[in-house]
């Protein structure tokens, strides 16, 4: 019997936080920091409200301090000193979530990963890296250059990779290269009472025990603190093809989707744009695509493979009326349309000057998609809204965007309850609320629909027993 | 607030068990188990050594009682019986698991599925399938047959899929399909308090909080028990082409695996047999294979994509000096050189007659897999024993396979000291203990070598509180 076995093993009850922590807490609480950190530490309101911020509707709520860790000791002992002082501890990667991870709603401390960029390993045989969590994936690219790999999974912004594996992120290459929960293989995580944790080996496939790296995947610094991530690598494609396809409903993009899907094409990218996004497009990215529903598609393969896969796409595309299928045949053509589908937020904001997107997320099987976006439609045009759509149609996972005047609580008020409708269309169809955004602030009540009780429930105990004191991103993902 | 929050949430202090139950306390059991089951109870030996019964070396532990479940209420109805009891509750799929899962090695009660075999539902534009967990893999593939879907996961005997999901199973198409844990997508799991939960909604993806789904795939019955599984299929491929290429030594083999990985090809299959695993194939399946190291492998795609596929690799394996490149163009070629890769257990046999192979199941990054494989094959032939090796090299994982007499505890030793050595060389290299076939009874100390007491401390954490008074399973995975 080892010694971890020997101590008696008592979990505290379920702890919720109320408020923010007072002056004097926070006085002393700052006071050890500086102690410990020197100037890692920054508590200036601009930088506090900076580590706050979200690009949401949901209202700033800075931290009381903020770390600039340079290592996972440091990330150890700011954990130790906010259990010292009882103080909330939240991680920031690049502050690109969209559902409030970073909102400090209990004050406490942000721990800025951006100093932890490093890529400690390239292992180009095993096709995997290990990282620090606050490297972002556009520098992970970009100094992968020279080994022929890449790492696939793009969520647009240029987030971080521990931000990316902390909210199991995806995005536009996700229908082939899979999430976050696909391309991890390990990570090091620090934990509530400041162990440091590594989960997993480097081999490809384990049946070694409980899979805890799928379980801090997602878990948005719940249930410890990720600093670094082995990832998974892919080999730059020989070939990679792009094109645009207009259709003449969404229903129609939708049914040539899962038709490419059923027919086994190993499709790269299959994005949906509906006509009022295209038309933000045109206006914000200078483009002069025709204002229908819209598939935008990428290929990977060899030269030969990516040619029978298009010419294949645009038969089926036919079928369902869809066309012309236009190719993006040079580098740039192809980049000009993802930067263009990458830069829909932006865009979207150019059909209603001074609102802003509130963003949605469910996912639906696919099944299901054609008929959920066009109730969707309906619903948009009801509600009066202008709500552009895009998806990650490949995967069921959709976006509606209504623009959205920030200043207006009445009208912040419309687009969420246009966006509990989406959410209860889409969990009616057997779909999820968050199929890539996370759950975060805002969404914790759509989770409690989601799931049942009984699974609630094992999710609170997982949370209670990785972090009893309620110390890790309190108020994110469950009610405790 | 919610009611859920509202009650305090105390666990219990860790549980470990000791010994079997009193003859006064199976009486009292079988008593109530017969009351609420009639004739789905069976407490005969024959049965009850049966379903201890395992494919290993280790010591039959029979269960007290053996319910044959037909539903997800009889599964609940046997946990809640069994915690009034205090007795343990054991799921057994097909009986073929090879480290010691079902034994009951505490007594208590097995809980045959092997009622629970429907196809609850197909959704074959979603490509899923919602199964009973007593369903066997390839009762599922026919019944599939007319939907042009398959279910790729092949550890080669017929498992149940609740086995596979709860053992993460993977096998020989893994390296281009996955494991058990990319082909989940959703569970419906009876836990320790009788509850029913299910893990996940149909949607591909989904960031709605902590992955349970993957919890449970891996965790061997210790966390819950699995009644039904949702599946992803995929689509039967338009073309398959297997062949086999011998090679002078499994170096080279190895490294040819992993040119083949590298370079983006996307082999289904690539399994590598030593000269000794060929010469016993050729014995048991009537084959004439060259007796030498051995690359067995499958390419599915389009017609034009297959042919692509074996012409690059033919290209990769002369570069390694392997060569003559086999293929098996007919589908009775190709099945015949499958069932004797499927075969290997029984074909190991005929190397020394009234032995049986000691399973091993380590893996480690690919780039070390020659190093793993020659630094075993000289402590096979330095420690005297005749142990052929079969690889799933795609994804850096073998499996050697000691004969041994199992009436000779001597033989049985020295076969144990080799797994040891050959496990700490295999975690040395940063890989693990088990790529496949689950932790069970006889690894757990393995499992204690590959992770860290901190980490091991999470999974114990998990362990306890999903499961308080350790009814489920126990014994195995972890000690307590």
């Given at each position: 019997?080892?010694?971890?076995a020997?101590?008696?093993?008592?979990?505290?009850?379920?702890r919720?936080?109320?408020g923010?922590l007072?002056?004097?807490?926070?006085?002393?609480?700052?006071?050890?920091?500086?102690?410990?950190?020197?100037?890692?530490?920054?508590?200036?309101?601009?930088?506090?409200?900076?580590?706050?911020?979200?690009?949401?509707?949901?209202?700033?709520?800075?931290?009381?301090?903020?770390?600039?860790?340079a290592?996972?000791?440091?990330?150890?002992?700011?954990?130790?000193?906010?259990?010292?002082?009882?103080?909330?501890?939240?991680?920031?990667?690049?502050?690109?979530?969209?559902?409030g991870?970073?909102?400090?709603?209990?004050g406490?401390?942000?721990?800025?990963?951006s100093?932890?960029?490093r890529?400690l390993?390239?292992?180009?045989?095993?096709?995997d890296?290990?990282?620090?969590?606050?490297?972002?994936?556009?520098?992970?690219?970009?100094?992968?250059?020279?080994?022929?790999?890449?790492?696939?999974?793009?969520?647009?912004?240029?987030?971080?990779?521990?931000?990316?594996?902390?909210?199991?992120?995806?995005?536009?290459n996700?229908?082939?290269?899979g999430?976050?929960?696909?391309?991890?293989?390990?990570?090091?995580?620090?934990?509530?009472?400041?162990?440091?944790?590594?989960?997993?080996?480097?081999?490809?496939?384990?049946?070694?025990?409980?899979?805890?790296?799928?379980?801090?995947?997602?878990?948005?610094?719940?249930?410890?603190?990720?600093?670094?991530?082995?990832?998974r690598?892919?080999?730059?494609?020989?070939?990679?093809?792009a094109?645009?396809?207009?259709?003449?409903?969404?229903?129609?993009?939708?049914?040539?989707?899962?038709?490419?899907?059923?027919?086994?094409?190993?499709?790269?990218?299959?994005e949906?744009?509906?006509?009022?996004?295209?038309?933000?497009?045109?206006?914000?990215?200078?483009l002069?695509?025709?204002?229908?529903?819209?598939?935008?598609?990428?290929?990977?393969?060899?030269?030969?493979g990516?040619?029978?896969?298009?010419?294949?796409?645009?038969?089926?595309?036919?079928?369902?009326?869809?066309?012309?299928?236009?190719?993006?045949?040079?580098?740039?053509?192809?980049?000009?349309?993802?930067?263009?589908?990458h830069?829909?937020?932006?865009?979207?904001?150019?059909?209603?000057?001074?609102?802003?997107?509130?963003?949605?997320?469910?996912?639906?099987?696919?099944?299901?998609?054609?008929?959920c976006?066009?109730?969707?439609?309906?619903?948009v045009?009801?509600?009066g809204l202008?709500?552009?759509?895009?998806?990650?149609?490949?995967?069921?996972?959709?976006?509606?965007?209504?623009?959205?005047?920030?200043?207006?609580p009445?009208?912040?008020?419309?687009?969420?309850?246009?966006?509990?409708?989406?959410?209860?269309?889409?969990?009616?169809?057997?779909?999820?609320?968050?199929?890539e955004?996370?759950?975060?602030?805002?969404?914790?009540?759509?989770?409690?629909?989601?799931?049942?009780?009984?699974?609630l429930?094992?999710?609170?105990r997982?949370?209670?027993?990785?972090?009893?004191?309620?110390?890790?991103?309190?108020?994110?993902?469950?009610?405790?």
């Amino acid at each position: 019997m080892n010694e971890a076995a020997a101590t008696p093993f008592v979990t505290h009850l379920r702890r919720r936080r109320e408020g923010r922590l007072s002056p004097a807490a926070v006085a002393a609480l700052t006071g050890d920091l500086a102690a410990c950190f020197g100037d890692k530490l920054v508590t200036s309101q601009a930088v506090r409200v900076q580590h706050g911020h979200t690009l949401t509707w949901i209202a700033n709520a800075p931290p009381d301090a903020v770390i600039f860790a340079a290592s996972t000791q440091d990330v150890v002992d700011v954990v130790r000193i906010c259990a010292e002082h009882d103080a909330p501890i939240i991680p920031f990667g690049a502050g690109t979530s969209l559902e409030g991870h970073v909102n400090a709603l209990h004050g406490g401390v942000s721990i800025d990963m951006s100093r932890m960029d490093r890529i400690l390993a390239v292992h180009a045989e095993d096709l995997d890296c290990v990282v620090e969590a606050g490297l972002h994936r556009k520098a992970l690219n970009e100094q992968l250059r020279d080994t022929g790999l890449f790492f696939p999974i793009d969520p647009g912004a240029d987030a971080s990779i521990g931000g990316m594996a902390a909210t199991r992120a995806s995005g536009t290459n996700a229908v082939r290269y899979g999430t976050m929960k696909d391309n991890v293989i390990s990570l090091v995580v620090v934990t509530a009472d400041g162990s440091i944790v590594r989960t997993a080996s480097r081999a490809k496939k384990s049946s070694a025990g409980y899979d805890l790296t799928r379980l801090f995947v997602g878990s948005e610094g719940t249930l410890g603190i990720i600093a670094e991530v082995t990832l998974r690598l892919h080999g730059v494609p020989e070939a990679i093809s792009a094109g645009h396809c207009p259709f003449k409903d969404v229903r129609s993009a939708c049914d040539a989707t899962f038709a490419t899907i059923q027919s086994g094409l190993p499709v790269a990218r299959i994005e949906l744009l509906d006509a009022l996004q295209v038309k933000a497009c045109n206006n914000y990215s200078k483009l002069s695509l025709p204002e229908a529903p819209m598939l935008f598609l990428e290929f990977h393969g060899t030269s030969a493979g990516v040619a029978e896969q298009s010419q294949r796409f645009g038969e089926i595309a036919a079928e369902f009326g869809g066309g012309p299928f236009a190719w993006a045949t040079r580098p740039e053509e192809r980049t000009r349309l993802w930067q263009a589908r990458h830069d829909v937020y932006w865009a979207s904001m150019t059909l209603r000057p001074g609102a802003r997107p509130f963003a949605t997320d469910v996912c639906v099987p696919i099944s299901r998609l054609a008929d959920c976006v066009e109730e969707t439609q309906r619903d948009v045009a009801q509600a009066g809204l202008v709500a552009p759509i895009v998806g990650h149609v490949g995967d069921g996972n959709f976006h509606v965007s209504p623009l959205v005047d920030m200043e207006d609580p009445a009208d912040i008020e419309r687009a969420e309850a246009f966006s509990s409708r989406l959410v209860r269309r889409a969990l009616a169809m057997d779909g999820t609320c968050t199929g890539e955004h996370g759950v975060g602030q805002k969404k914790i009540h759509y989770v409690e629909e989601e799931y049942s009780a009984a699974t609630l429930d094992l999710m609170r105990r997982v949370k209670q027993v990785f972090d009893p004191d309620n110390l890790l991103n309190p108020g994110k993902i469950l009610r405790l």
